[in-house]
């Protein structure tokens, strides 16, 4: 089973460059997340995704945006990359409400 | 104050050792909390799911205090091995999921 898909796993901006970061899960479930880890630091909540046509703002959506794209795939957009968004992203998607987060392996951004 | 806090660590415990973490968290109305284990900034990995007054599993014990609002994990007979990160998790809204900023534990021989 492939659960959480996130590509890519590696990537170099310049400063204002945009991109996107896909991910995908193929367990049926209803919530996807995005977060980002600084080192040091815990996983910080980007956005969420409580279901399908939904989208919310989590604790750090500046600079970001997302789209729930069906309810599998759930993307989130660079616009203009800043040196401060140097972060490993981290997707993750849940099924019923309380239950556990699955990971993706993360995508580790650099951006000069 | 954050939504979910934890004690910062880093615990640097001998092997055999009993070692404790603790969580608060703020959203009083939050049903399901969880522990994460994550290693060298790879993906977290599940480690235990706290939805009643605690849960056992092995070594490893986590406890619910709803009245206090925190969350704990007991590790019991502690191995090199669990050298880690653990991070808590606990609702923050509807179906958000707000992490603490993990405790580092070490353990040495």
């Known amino acids: 089973n492939a659960g959480v898909t996130q590509t890519p796993k590696f990537q170099v901006l310049k400063t204002g460059q945009s991109m996107t970061l896909q991910c995908a899960q193929d367990?049926?479930?209803?919530?996807m997340y995005w977060y980002r880890q600084d080192p040091g630091m815990g996983l910080r909540l980007i956005y969420y995704?409580?279901?399908?046509?939904?989208?919310d703002k989590g604790e750090v959506p500046n600079g970001y945006n997302v789209s729930r794209l069906n309810k599998r795939e759930f993307s989130l957009r660079l616009e203009s990359a800043a040196p401060s968004q140097t972060s490993v992203y981290f997707c993750?998607?849940?099924?019923?409400?309380?239950?556990?987060?699955?990971f993706g392996n993360g995508t580790r951004l650099t951006v000069t | 104050r954050k939504e979910v806090e934890q004690d910062p660590g880093p615990f640097n415990v001998p092997e055999g050792a009993t070692v404790a973490f603790n969580c608060t968290y703020s959203?009083?109305?939050?049903?399901?909390f969880f522990w994460y284990r994550q290693d060298c900034r790879k993906e977290p990995k599940l480690l235990m799911s706290?939805?009643?007054s605690g849960n056992e599993d092995g070594r490893f014990t986590a406890q619910l205090n709803r009245a206090s609002q925190y969350i704990s994990l007991l590790i019991r007979d502690s191995k090199l091995s669990d050298s880690a990160t653990y991070l808590c998790?606990?609702?923050?809204?509807?179906?958000?999921?707000?992490f603490g900023a993990g405790t580092r534990l070490a353990v040495h021989p």
């Open positions: 993750a998607s849940t099924g019923a409400i309380g239950s556990p987060l699955h």
């Open positions: 367990m049926n479930h209803n919530s």
């Open positions: 995704s409580a279901s399908e046509g939904t989208t």
């Open positions: 959203n009083s109305a939050s049903q399901s």
């Open positions: 706290v939805y009643s």
């Open positions: 998790v606990a609702p923050g809204g509807y179906n958000k999921l707000i």
